[in-house]
């Protein structure tokens, strides 16, 4: 078989493949079990695979590179357009194999398992965050019902963890302390994990010569920047920074026509978390900025002076995306603006 292009529709356990040669005849079409994928692909000569970037993706990619096979993962929502009415296996197969080929289609950077690796410490770490804060608010609620209301932060959880623990205490009722000694241990558990992945997470980042120039913009710490390199991989995909910003989804959402452009709020596509660790770091930078003043950046001053907080605090992390991609594409370090006269 002399097949140029495939389109491999992948699932849990069941596979299908769609070849075509190089005048896009169809020279292969067939269903495959999970165990059989690499053994078709080892007796194929070397050729263009399309994939769609879903679950299991680049671990595909992955062993197909290693026999020799040229692989390109497609965003899911491209190749929607390319299914011809009805949904299954073969058609997605078919949609894959005819979008895999446009010129001007846009492809994701398959991640090493490296990188994999470092956004499964960062999944981890947020799912056990949500759950964490889930145990903080049951425990603040319950002893809300028995009169005992401690401001927001640490220190206030910290006060109601404490009688939560305490062997005996007369305004508590005796029936309520095994309940809301479970919560507290649970919440104890989860923050002593969150900080050994955080230190996992840090002494990656300490290793890694990108995620240390990262570090360096203001409002980017080692989470952020460790999540920038995991997730973005190969940087040259973009051809410039406000493209990783519109893939993180940190630009405005565009309906223009009639030579008349409108512009609306962020899009909030592409990558959630990403998005949040910026605004998170610019939101810090305004805060300190209003406490310390904006060294060297006027523009900053009047953004924030001029514009609600949260407004300005994507603007910022729009900001901050684009120089990550400057880092991250030219091997360029951060350097701070110069001063401005007043």
């Known amino acids: 078989m002399k097949v140029s292009t495939i389109g491999l529709d992948i699932a849990k356990n069941v596979f299908q493949v769609h070849g075509v040669d190089e005048a896009g005849a169809l020279v292969v079409a067939r269903r495959l079990r999970r165990g059989q994928v690499l053994a078709f692909f080892a007796e194929l000569a070397p050729c263009l695979v399309g994939l769609e970037a879903c679950a299991t993706a680049h671990y595909w990619a992955r062993e197909l590179r290693r026999l020799g096979h040229e692989v390109r993962l ?5 190749v929607k357009a390319y299914v011809k009415r009805n ?23 398959p991640k090493g398992e490296e990188e994999q690796s470092v956004l499964m410490l960062h999944k981890t770490r947020a799912l056990l965050v949500r759950q964490r804060t889930m145990l903080a608010n049951a425990l603040r609620a319950h002893l809300a019902e028995f009169g005992f209301v401690a401001r927001q932060g640490r220190e206030g959880l ?42 996992a997470l840090k002494a990656w980042h300490l290793g890694n010569e990108r995620s240390r120039r990262l570090a360096e913009i203001p ?8 999540a920038l390199v995991a997730s973005v991989g190969d940087a040259g995909v973009f051809s410039c920074g406000r493209d990783l ?6 630009v405005p959402r565009e309906s223009s026509s009639g030579g008349k452009r409108r512009l609306g709020p962020i899009s909030k596509q592409g990558n959630r978390y990403l998005r949040w660790l910026l605004v998170s770091g610019a939101m810090a930078v305004l805060r300190q900025g209003k406490r310390r003043g904006f060294r060297n950046r006027p523009w ?39 001063p401005q006269a007043a």
């Open 74 to 78: 497609l965003p899911p929502v491209y």
């Open 87 to 109: 949904k299954h296996d073969a058609a997605d197969a078919a949609a894959i194999c005819e979008a895999v080929g446009r010129p001007t289609m846009r492809f994701v950077s």
């Open 158 to 199: 910290s006060k109601l963890l404490a009688l939560a623990e305490a062997e005996e205490s007369e305004e508590l009722a005796a029936l309520a302390r095994p309940g809301l000694r479970v919560l507290a241990a649970q919440w104890r558990a989860l923050d002593l994990e969150i900080r050994g992945l955080e230190r």
């Open 219 to 226: 409002g980017v710490g080692p989470l952020t920047a460790s």
């Open 245 to 250: 910003a519109a893939w993180i989804g940190l």
């Open 300 to 338: 900053l001053a009047r953004l924030a002076a001029e514009r609600p907080a949260k407004l300005a605090a994507v603007a910022l992390a729009n900001r901050t995306a684009r120089i990550a991609w400057v880092l991250m594409a030219r091997g360029e370090r951060y350097r701070a603006p110069a």
